[in-house]
């Protein structure tokens, strides 16, 4: 049975913080629905309204040009471990840019300073509805490593390559949409 909070209680960041895996859900008016799936070591809770993830190069851009768009954003982590459980966070989206003082801040104060190599931006979500439910339908599997070749990727390509990728690939969605990405 689902059940719905106005907020993240403690049990809720205590099931986040035990989580490799999280999914971003997000769409526009019209086009396509866009899932991505994200390691957990960028994601950090703000507060029990508010949570941020540093976004790394990848293929598309959706997310970002279905904030720009629309704004909608779900998070939603399983367990695949442990007890079975889902936790879904409903709210609205934004891109904060790279190079932005709130990128800098946010990148000081949550990572250390340290920006992994191949970093886009980050994305906010400041949410009003925390949905659990049961997970009994999610597998269990077993947590193994991360995989290197997003880093290897990136240092293959260095900054002045990420940038020339960014401008070919990141630059509008699937369904010609904005992304904003080198807009400031």
């Known amino acids: 049975m689902a059940k719905r909070f106005a ?13 490799h895996l999280f999914f971003t859900a997000s769409a526009a008016s019209e086009g396509r629905v866009n899932v991505s799936p994200r390691g957990t070591d960028s994601f950090r809770v703000l507060s029990d309204n508010a949570a941020f993830f540093l976004d790394r190069t990848g293929s598309g851009n959706e997310t970002a040009a279905h904030l720009l768009a629309d704004g909608r954003l779900t998070i939603m982590f399983c367990a695949f471990e442990g007890p ?31 920006e992994p190599l191949g970093a886009r931006q980050m994305t906010r979500i400041d949410f009003d509805l925390v949905q659990t439910s049961c997970g009994y339908g999610v597998p269990l599997l077993d947590y193994r490593d991360e995989r290197p070749q997003m880093d290897g990727w990136a240092k293959a390509k260095g900054p002045d390559g990420i940038r020339d990728y960014w401008a070919e690939k990141n630059l509008v969605s699937m369904d010609g949409l904005p992304t904003g990405l080198l807009e400031a």
């Open 7 to 19: 907020q993240l209680e403690p049990h809720h960041r205590d099931f986040i913080a035990r989580q």
């Open 84 to 114: 079975p459980l889902i936790l879904r966070l409903y709210g609205r989206g934004r891109v904060i840019a790279r190079g932005s003082a709130e990128y800098g801040d946010l990148l000081a104060e949550h990572f250390g300073g340290e």
